[in-house]
């Protein structure tokens, strides 16, 4: 059935290491997201793309970078440069074929610093 | 900036209570009001949206009221269930920014027996 894949469940990095997150979603969707969740504060918008090839800049996009080679993928990389890391990260998609269209979400990456 | 302020942070009823949980936003472009609901360990499900030409929405036990001359709007939960409890998450989106989505901080509701 239709829906958006995240993996790993869990994830642990190291100091100076990047780690990338996968995200993908077999539900034709045009548009895909990042998220991070941190207690107390909501999802906070890292990254999106409304289109493959082409992505822009969230809220909080420092640290992160992000590539959309296929529609259905949207994989997420948190460099040595994001010096808190330690957060749920959240992937969504959603289609741009008419407005406010609902954005719909994978279960999450926990990632934890070793 | 926080741009949608959410209320309580949490929230502790009673079976068959009505929980409310309250959120106020700031930017006036925003057309399209969400809510979403969250297990531990999940990501978000949209349970309910409502857009400002109406003023409330209901979709079984879940009702949205929406008072757009105050710039706020609220979730009710009737009949409140223990499987109800999870975390609720309002947001808000304008058109035309390609569904980006500004969340509420989020209010973590438990309904006891």
């Known amino acids: 059935d239709g829906g958006i894949t995240q993996s790993p469940k869990y994830l642990f990095r190291k100091e100076g290491q990047n780690v990338t997150l996968s995200c993908e979603q077999n539900?034709?969707?045009?548009?895909m997201y990042w998220y991070r969740q941190d207690p107390g504060q909501g999802l906070r918008l890292i990254y999106y793309?409304?289109?493959?090839?082409?992505?822009q800049k969230g809220d909080i996009a420092e640290g992160y970078s992000v590539s959309r080679e296929k529609k259905e993928s949207f994989p997420l990389t948190v460099t040595s440069a994001q010096k808190n890391p330690t957060a749920f990260y959240l992937c969504?998609?959603?289609?741009?074929?008419?407005?406010?269209?609902?954005?719909?979400f994978g279960d999450g990456t926990r990632l934890s610093i070793l | 900036q926080q741009q949608v302020k959410q209320s309580p942070q949490s929230l502790i009823v009673q079976k068959g209570g009505i929980p409310i949980i309250n959120c106020a936003y700031e930017?006036?472009?925003?057309?399209?009001f969400p809510w979403y609901q969250q297990f531990p360990g999940k990501g978000p499900a949209l349970l309910i949206a409502?857009?400002?030409?109406?003023s409330e929405k209901k979709e079984g036990r879940f009702t949205i009221s929406f008072n757009k001359s105050a710039k706020q709007f609220s979730l009710h939960i009737m009949d409140s269930q223990p499987g109800d409890s999870a975390t609720y998450f309002c947001?808000?989106?304008?058109?035309?920014?390609?569904?980006?989505?500004?969340f509420g901080t989020g209010t973590r509701l438990q309904v006891t027996l």
């Open positions: 969504a998609s959603s289609n741009l074929d008419s407005l406010n269209q609902p954005q719909h």
């Open positions: 539900l034709n969707h045009d548009a």
């Open positions: 793309s409304q289109i493959v090839n082409d992505f």
């Open positions: 930017n006036t472009a925003f057309d399209y």
């Open positions: 409502i857009r400002p030409d109406v």
């Open positions: 947001a808000a989106s304008s058109s035309g920014t390609a569904s980006k989505l500004t």
